[in-house]
T-cell receptor, first 111, second 114 residues
Framework: GQNIDQPTEMTATEGAIVQINCTYQTSGFNGLFWYQQHAGEAPTFLSYNVLDGLEEKGRFSSFLSRSKGYSYLLLKELQMKDSASYLCAVRDKAAGNKLTFGGGTRVLVKP | DVKVTQSSRYLVKRTGEKVFLECVQDMDHENMFWYRQDPGLGLRLIYFSYDVKMKEKGDIPEGYSVSREKKERFSLILESASTNQTSMYLC?????????????FGPGTRLTVL
């Protein structure tokens, strides 16, 4: 089975940086995804990590440490439109390479 | 751009009714998925399909069935709706291949069972 943990909610100020952590336990790790979901909308793909290290995409970066079963999503220069839920999902070979999602982290950006 | 559409944004049904949720994608994707999303529980996989007429159970298939008669269409069926099936239902698709890659989601159907 898999266990994916991420904080339920975080609050940050416009212009600041927020780091959303995701820890996982899986028997056949084969990639980790981050999705963004605005309230009432579909999740949209943000990033993908399969090797250790940092992947940067503009204001968003995602880090992976496979030995620690740990990832984080870093949001820099926060904007009001970044208020959303952020979903961590793990792909597991032992589960037929399906994705298993964490509960999501709701980020509220305040002025 | 990939487009995944779902037949309804909001649906209200009564206990015991048979409910059909339709999903259509326009990018010729082989893989299609049905999830439900509940507060604090995240997205949970109900069923998925790798090809036409093919289906696999996900993590919570009980009370649901699916149909994939055409490549672009994946239907979720609640044979006899119950109140604990009140939820947000999300359909997704992804390109073919041995790995489940980036998934493209539909806008969701919020189903209320009274």
């Amino acid at each position: 089975g898999q266990n994916i943990d991420q904080p339920t909610e975080m609050t940050a100020t416009e212009g600041a940086i927020v780091q959303i952590n995701c820890t996982y336990q899986t028997s056949g790790f084969n990639g980790l995804f981050w999705y963004q979901q605005h309230a009432g909308e579909a999740p949209t793909f943000l990033s993908y990590n399969v090797l250790d290290g940092l992947e940067e995409k503009g204001r968003f970066s995602s880090f992976l440490s496979r030995s620690k079963g740990y990832s984080y999503l870093l949001l820099k220069e926060l904007q009001m439109k970044d208020s959303a839920s952020y979903l961590c999902a793990v792909r597991d070979k032992a589960a037929g390479n399906k994705l298993t999602f964490g509960g999501g982290t709701r980020v509220l950006v305040k002025p | 751009d990939v487009k995944v559409t779902q037949s309804s944004r909001y649906l209200v049904k009564r206990t015991g009714e048979k409910v059909f949720l339709e999903c259509v994608q326009d990018m010729d994707h082989e893989n299609m998925f049905w999830y439900r999303q509940d507060p604090g529980l995240g997205l949970r996989l109900i069923y998925f399909s790798y090809d036409v007429k093919m289906k696999e159970k996900g993590d919570i298939p009980e009370g649901y069935s699916v149909s994939r008669e055409k490549k672009e269409r994946f239907s979720l069926i609640l044979e006899s709706a119950s109140t604990n099936q009140t939820s947000m239902y999300l359909c997704a698709s992804s390109p073919p291949g041995p790995l489940i890659d980036e998934q493209f989601f539909g806008p969701g159907t919020r189903l209320t069972v009274l």
